[in-house]
């Protein structure tokens, strides 16, 4: 399944690694920058790690924003909510922009668009403006979307979960990263000579250049497939132009991208709650200073540099002796564990055996996002990037409702919100046990016996026959052909059966 | 094996036990022995700028010797109870270790008997509230043993206000402004040169 030359009557392409019929790499390099693949995966985790830094750069800095703007907890909770709740939108227009545009225009857009509103939260002088600056920051998380897409069109099947889980975790690095960046910023800037109110301000402008030129060099160094950008591919034919409707069609009407939004909610979401509200907890709880509150906080999304692509690799090793059921099992196993610890995160005293807990129960929720994103690219093929938008945009929902029911103002302390939210994510999990792949089964059921299911007779089924007399579902035909590894151990003693016959064009 | 597993329970076990360690006076267990006055040139005040007078000393009606513990004084600006609803990070509680009330220290200084004034220009951190002002005396421990207020017990009255400076200056307006358009303005130049080359590889 090693192609290194083209097919295509433009250039011969080689490629730095092996790939398979797609021109997808079949091996992760990690410290490999070569392009397009391992080009792409740096491209992508680096810009995602932006805008996590900007979107959850105010909690570090909120004992003095609270004070300067005169905020209430309610404000704090409005805002904390409003900066996840602009992305559940945001992360499904994304999804179709990718299957319509390409990721690399997509994201890059994206991120310009929304660096202005990094630059003025410097001038943020109320609670309404403070709460808009950061629901309009907060879209730059639909990024996600476009580096999960990005990293499903450049990598295959064996090594996508890991492509995935690195990708994204080190980009959610990013809300952990800034936990530490921004109090440094700020006290660098307070000790030149600069007055609290105004050092926080001035520390902005580091998140928002950052993503700037982050997005400058998507646009400059970047490519949205392995053989070339959407516009060339498109303009010589090679890639087939889809509808929007009938992208979008296809990823609503696949209830398995309702359940795994719902329950990506409650490992993403619950990440980006604590985001939002860990480093206030630690400050006003056990009495720190800003920047040891700062530094315990970061650890909880530092977690993510290993913790998320573990989640990615354990599901490719799954995947590869059980199948898609062992990675549904191991995603359903490390969300649930990941919730207990978040019961108990809520019911600690001490500042010792808190630290200890949380970064046990950061490991699991973040392992938890690694593996959703190892069954995601396998929901649809044709509209991989609906579907991966409103996982994601699930995510988002996730932290919304969470922070509304658990963190606003002060009807709950914060320990005892923690600690229901542990409770809902034991519940919001156990829709997992629904989901059912034809033909390659669910937690609970083997594949179909009624008739022989095939990878084909899924993929397939997104196209309609007059698309199909076409020949537009082609590259689909490639993915199911490519899938066969999520079949498992099983995947060599079985024969293949023929009735699905392709198109005799091109 | 168990040694290591000993150990870290010994030190989780340790780091339970060791807030209850720190040294616990409630405030109702404070006398107030000391009258404390503030006077102030206007109601609203302006950090940074605007300046109060302070004065302190021990009651005089109260028999001599009260004060024999007193070695320290400390002023501090503290919180109204309307600045205080829906910030939990300011609470007033019992245990002055845990208490959040005073935040701002004005002075602290060695205890002489007799009347002290003391002039205080606003600090610039200070943020926007309503504020009195209390003075604790505390002993050669330096644990609190007295203290005094401007207000009364219910602090309700003898309350000012003090506005917080803004932070903004008028080049970091322009600077954000700036860098905002670039960003747009650079899409869009992007976005023109992609269509161009894009056109030009089509001819």
């Known amino acids: ?506 | 094996m168990a040694a290591t597993g000993l150990l870290l329970g010994l030190i989780l076990v340790l780091g339970c036990f060791s807030e209850i360690c720190v040294a616990t006076i409630s405030f109702s267990s404070l006398q107030t022995t000391l009258v404390v006055t503030v006077s102030h040139p206007r109601r609203l005040l302006r950090a940074g700028e605007d300046k109060i007078t302070v004065r302190w000393g021990l009651n005089q009606s109260l028999p001599a010797g009260t004060d024999s513990a007193y070695k320290t004084i400390k002023v501090q600006l503290c919180y109204a109870p309307i600045s205080q609803v829906d910030r939990a990070w300011r609470k007033t509680e019992e245990h002055l270790s845990k208490d959040k009330t005073c935040q701002f220290k004005i002075v602290k200084m060695p205890y002489t008997t007799g009347n002290q004034t003391l002039e205080w220009t606003i600090e610039r951190d200070v943020p926007t509230a309503t504020y009195f002002v209390r003075a604790y005396a505390l002993d050669a421990n330096d644990h609190e043993v007295a203290y005094g207020q401007n207000t009364d017990a219910k602090k309700t009255t003898n309350l000012f206000e003090i506005q917080a400076i803004s932070g903004r200056h008028v080049s970091l307006d322009i600077a954000s402004v700036c860098f905002s358009v670039f960003s747009i303005v650079s899409l869009m130049g992007f976005f023109f040169v992609e269509k161009r080359t894009g056109r030009k590889a089509q001819q």
């Open chain 1, 1 to 506: 399944m090693e192609i290194s030359s083209t097919i295509t009557e433009t250039e011969p392409q080689k490629f730095a690694l092996p790939v398979d019929s797609e021109h997808k790499a079949t091996e992760f390099h990690l410290f490999s920058s070569a392009a397009p693949h391992m080009r792409a995966f740096h491209l992508s985790w680096i810009s995602f790690f932006s805008c996590f830094v900007s979107t959850f750069a105010a909690p570090p800095l909120l004992p003095i924003i609270r004070d300067n703007l005169n905020l209430t907890a309610t404000d704090i909770g409005n805002a904390g909510v409003a900066s996840v709740s602009g992305a559940v939108f945001a992360r499904i227009a994304m999804g179709t922009a990718c299957d319509l545009f390409g990721p690399r225009l997509a994201s890059a857009s994206l991120i310009l668009l929304t660096a202005p509103a990094v630059y003025f939260t410097s001038i943020a002088s109320s609670p309404i403006s403070f709460l808009l600056v950061r629901f309009f920051t907060g879209f730059s998380l639909a990024t996600f979307v476009s580096a999960q897409f990005w990293m499903s069109s450049m990598f295959s099947g064996p090594v996508v979960g890991t492509a995935n889980g690195v990708a994204a975790g080190w980009g959610n690095l990013g809300g952990g990263a800034t936990q530490l960046i921004m109090p440094l910023v700020f006290s660098l800037i307070r000790d030149i000579g600069a007055v609290k109110f105004t050092a926080w301000r001035i520390a902005f402008f580091i998140p928002a250049l950052f993503q700037t030129l982050s997005a400058f060099a998507i646009l400059i160094f970047g490519q949205d497939l392995p053989d070339g950008n959407y516009q060339r591919l498109q303009n010589s034919g090679n890639k087939q132009k889809d509808k929007f409707s009938r992208v979008f069609y296809h990823g609503i009407t696949n209830y398995r991208g309702w359940i795994l939004a719902l329950t990506y909610g409650y490992c993403f979401g619950v990440e980006l709650t604590v985001d939002n509200i860990i480093a206030e907890y630690f400050y006003d709880r056990f009495n720190l200073k800003l920047h040891t509150a700062g530094i315990i906080a970061a650890s909880f999304g530092l977690a993510n540099i290993v913790s998320r692509p573990a989640g990615g690799v354990l599901s490719d090793m799954m995947a590869k002796r059980f199948g898609m059921r062992g990675r549904l099992w191991a995603l359903w196993a490390v969300q649930t564990l990941g919730g207990v610890f978040c019961i108990i995160l809520g019911q600690v005293g001490s500042l010792t055996a808190s630290i200890v807990v949380m970064i046990v129960f950061s490991v699991f929720v973040q392992a938890a996002c690694g593996l959703t994103f190892g069954v995601v690219p396998f929901v649809s093929r044709r509209s991989l990037g609906v579907i991966s938008g409103m996982t994601g945009g699930g995510g988002n929902v996730g932290a919304v409702l969470t922070q509304l029911i658990f963190f606003k103002g002060s009807k709950y302390s914060k320990e005892t919100g923690i600690t229901l939210m542990g409770v809902m994510i034991v519940c919001c999990t156990l829709p997992i046990f629904l989901i059912y792949f034809p033909q390659w089964g669910g937690m609970f059921c083997g594949p179909s016996s009624e008739k022989i299911a095939t990878e084909e007779d899924y993929y397939l089924s997104e196209w309609s026959s007059k698309e199909q007399g076409k020949g537009l579902h082609q590259a689909s035909l490639k993915f199911a052909d490519n899938s066969r590894s999520e079949r498992g151990r099983r995947v060599h003693s079985q024969t293949l059966p023929s009735n699905a016959t392709p198109s005799a064009n091109v």
